[in-house]
């Protein structure tokens, strides 16, 4: 999957909201500093309602790459991670790797960016409890700003980007 095009020109939070608009979701989003972990987004975002994310971006040994998007607070094993969504060993992708198939920077990544992903190299992982919450507050390909969001919603817009989230008991 390494053959995958740069990203020349990658979806704005603009072109994302467009196209949740046009499948006729429904989503609240807030401006604020940049967050580049999850103590920043507690900092600027933590008064949200619903769940907040944290998003790995990972690869396993056949280069395969996955986006884990899971509660910020989910203590995530990478060594026990394999075993429950069915990859290789895994480790983390780099930032150009990231650029190329997800069209976002580090503090940045979020579902959202399936967006960017036209060729389905990404297989993206979603926590099942988190999607059984009321809203998820996700970056929309930004980390100024904080996009809240239905569960349903989410997998419809992952849906129409031609992605199949697994779903899967992270704890």
């Given at each position: 999957m390494d053959e995958a095009v740069?990203?020349?020109?990658?979806?704005?939070?603009?072109?994302?909201?467009?196209?949740?608009?046009?499948?006729g979701i429904v989503t609240e989003t807030i401006n604020h500093p940049?967050?580049?972990?999850?103590?920043?987004?507690?900092?600027?975002?933590?008064?949200?309602?619903?769940?907040?994310?944290?998003?790995?971006?990972?690869?396993?040994?056949?280069?395969e790459m996955w986006l884990i998007t899971a509660p910020w607070d989910r203590a995530i094993d990478l060594k026990c991670l394999p075993e429950q969504?069915?990859?290789k060993r895994l480790s983390f992708g780099s930032v150009d790797r990231l650029m190329r198939t997800l069209g976002v920077t580090p503090g940045s990544v979020t579902p959202f960016a399936v967006i960017n992903d036209q060729i389905q190299a990404v297989r993206l992982v979603l926590d099942a409890w988190m999607m059984q919450q009321g809203r998820i507050n996700c970056h929309p390909l930004v980390n100024t700003m904080t996009t809240s969001?239905?569960?349903?919603?989410?997998?419809?817009?992952?849906?129409?980007?031609?992605?199949?989230?697994?779903?899967?008991?992270?704890?």
């Open positions: 740069p990203h020349t020109n990658p979806a704005t939070p603009e072109n994302l909201f467009e196209r949740l608009s046009a499948l940049p967050c580049f972990s999850v103590q920043d987004g507690e900092k600027h975002t933590g008064h949200l309602p619903g769940v907040h994310v944290k998003n790995l971006f990972l690869c396993d040994a056949k280069k969504i069915g990859s969001i239905g569960p349903q919603d989410l997998i419809a817009f992952i849906s129409d980007c031609n992605h199949r989230p697994q779903c899967v008991d992270l704890r």
